[in-house]
């Protein structure tokens, strides 16, 4: 079976209901972790658990950000 990763869903501006679902589903692939951080947030602690929720929060930004869609982006830096 072949292992590869689904490309990140585009938003073209309609149907965001559908894209949320969809993003919703590749975030949690990604990581339940990723997916937490990006749903709830967190406060950076110098800790080791603060040091990986920090990684998660990028990747989710990372992930977002490559879709190319910027007023995604800016409210994920808000």
Known sequence: MENHKNRVPLF???NYA???GI???YLLVEGYEVW????KGFT???DEQGKKNMVYDENAKNIIISE???SIYLKVLS
């Open 12 to 14: 073209n501006g309609n």
């Open 18 to 20: 559908l894209w949320s």
């Open 23 to 25: 993003m919703q589903v």
């Open 36 to 39: 937490e951080i990006l749903n």
């Open 44 to 46: 950076p602690t110098q």
């Open 68 to 70: 190319g869609i910027k």
